[in-house]
């Protein structure tokens, strides 16, 4: 059990649909990722929060609107999805130390998103 | 060209074996990181190491900076190795943001009784 959790654990949605991934760690960290992990790719960085406030958007389309209400909760809100964006997203987090740039991080479930 | 290449991409082995994954980037990094990712999404992070050896049990990573190269082993595998392994490395030139991982495709590994 890895101390993060992610629901829904499968998700299937039309183009014109709006859903939220929820993400939620128990392990006291301050940094927060969203990652995408389509077939045949490698890992894709969306983007990462540092207590709360948005640290990186890695050319993430405005249809992914991420939002980190406090250091435990993570949420991605989805609209107007395209098929290709079906995919594994995975969450996850970390320590937050000043200026640090390579803490080990904890990766939850994922959730399997298929749009229609 | 991706900036972490990893090789093999598919690596099959009889119980018992010892397995080398290889993992090459590009350009100067802070930490490299080595990941298992058993079917079904779950990732687990195995390593994260600048320099020198790390073990842990039947896991042996290391890493050569002026090479820019880093191996990871597993000595004595056993069927419940069988996952996908991932390299990643933070600190990227270039790459300023706290904790941003680029990763390598991933070697999936199958290991036989």
């Known amino acids: 059990e890895t101390g993060v959790t992610q629901t829904p654990r499968h998700l299937v949605m039309g183009m014109t649909n709006k859903k939220s991934l929820k993400c939620e760690q128990h392990?006291?960290?301050?940094?927060m990722y969203w990652y995408k992990q389509s077939a045949k790719k490698p890992l894709e960085l969306m983007f990462v929060y540092n207590f709360k406030e948005q640290t990186e958007n890695n050319s993430v389309p405005s249809r992914f609107s991420p939002e980190c209400p406090n250091s435990s909760h993570l949420f991605l809100h989805l609209h107007t999805l395209q098929p290709e964006d079906s995919a594994l997203y995975l969450c996850?987090?970390?320590?937050?130390?000043?200026?640090?740039?390579?803490?080990?991080?904890?990766f939850g479930p994922g959730t399997r998103l298929l749009v229609l | 060209k991706n900036e972490v290449e990893q090789s093999p991409q598919n690596l099959t082995a009889q119980e018992g074996e010892f397995i080398t994954i290889n993992c090459s980037y590009s350009?100067?990094?802070?930490?490299l990181h080595w990941l298992q990712q058993h079917p079904g999404g779950g990732i687990v992070s195995l390593f994260m190491?600048?320099?020198g050896k790390k073990k842990h049990g039947r896991l042996i990573a290391t890493i050569n900076i002026q090479e820019k190269h880093s191996s990871l082993h597993i000595t004595a595998s056993h069927p419940r190795d069988s996952a996908v392994y991932i390299c990643a490395v933070s600190g990227l030139a270039g790459g300023t943001s706290y904790g941003k991982l680029t990763f390598g495709q991933g070697t999936i590994l199958t290991v036989h009784p």
């Open positions: 392990l006291g960290h301050n940094a």
């Open positions: 190491l600048s320099s």
């Open positions: 996850a987090s970390s320590q937050a130390l000043a200026g640090a740039l390579q803490e080990t991080q904890y």
């Open positions: 350009v100067g990094i802070s930490a």
